[in-house]
């Protein structure tokens, strides 16, 4: 079992970058993938980036590819998404969620979450 805690959260204006980490307590983090989502608010809940733990593949949704990095240090039981170049269309609450399931990219596929981090993008 692991507890997700996000942070690095904030307001950022367009174009700039903010990296946010979770910290997940837990022994069996590192045999866990792990994934960010996002939430605007009147939205649905949508998938953004996941990492492996077996073998560290990412998998990105189409509107982050190419701006943002997910990635992971097992010996601190953190992940990290890096996000440059970001947008308006950004701004949401970003959760961190732990996985059993490899590739995983459906929130139906994760049973630990966090409780999120609001990331702001002014135009």
């Known amino acids: 079992q692991v507890q997700p805690v996000e942070s690095g959260g904030g307001l950022v204006q367009a174009g700039g970058s903010l990296r946010l980490s979770c910290a997940a307590s837990?022994?069996?983090?590192?045999?866990?993938?792990m994934g960010w989502f996002r939430q605007a608010p009147g939205k649905e809940r949508e998938f953004v980036a996941a990492?492996?733990?077996?073998?560290?593949?990412?998998y990105y949704a189409d509107s982050v590819k190419g701006r943002f990095t997910i990635y992971r240090d097992n010996d601190q039981n953190t992940v990290y998404l890096q996000m440059n170049s970001l947008k308006p269309e950004d701004t949401a609450v970003y959760y961190c969620?732990?996985?059993?399931?490899?590739?995983?990219?459906?929130?139906?596929?994760?049973?630990?979450w966090g409780q999120g981090t609001q990331v702001t993008v002014s135009s």
């Open positions: 969620a732990a996985s059993s399931i490899e590739g995983a990219t459906k929130q139906w596929g994760y049973s630990y």
């Open positions: 837990g022994r069996t983090f590192s045999r866990y993938a």
């Open positions: 990492i492996n733990w077996s073998n560290g593949r990412t």
